[in-house]
Nanobody, 116 residues
């Protein structure tokens, strides 16, 4: 079974950092793209960043460019989201996501709270 296990959330003050981890299992990690999404209260879920495990291509939402960095360790296999210079607007539940064999999978979500 495909599983995505997200962790690493927490509460920090503005300007702080957190690193999220998404441990993947049940599929060929190095043949797919993994994404991080977030959903703030009362808002739609939005994409934050993605990485292609096949060629390392990355994508960042404009709101996080220059502050967040996505990376992957194919040996573990785990995708990381390093979040620096956090802002209160980054407060949300963060989810990792993958499409495998035309099916979409989500991790369970990890809460990130940034206080001013």
């Amino acid at each position: 079974d495909v599983q995505l296990q997200a962790s690493g959330g927490g509460s920090v003050q503005a300007g702080g950092s957190l690193r999220l981890s998404c441990v993947a299992s049940g599929f060929s990690f190095d043949e797919h793209a993994i994404g991080w999404f977030r959903q703030a209260p009362g808002k739609d879920r939005e994409v934050v960043s993605c990485i292609s495990e096949t060629d390392g291509t990355t994508y960042y939402a404009d709101s996080v460019k220059g502050r967040f960095s996505i990376s992957a360790d194919n040996a573990k296999p785990t995708v990381y989201l390093q979040m620096n210079s956090l802002k209160p607007g980054d407060t949300a539940v963060y989810y990792c996501n993958a499409w495998v064999n035309s099916n979409e999978y989500w991790g369970q979500g990890t809460q990130v709270t940034v206080s001013s």
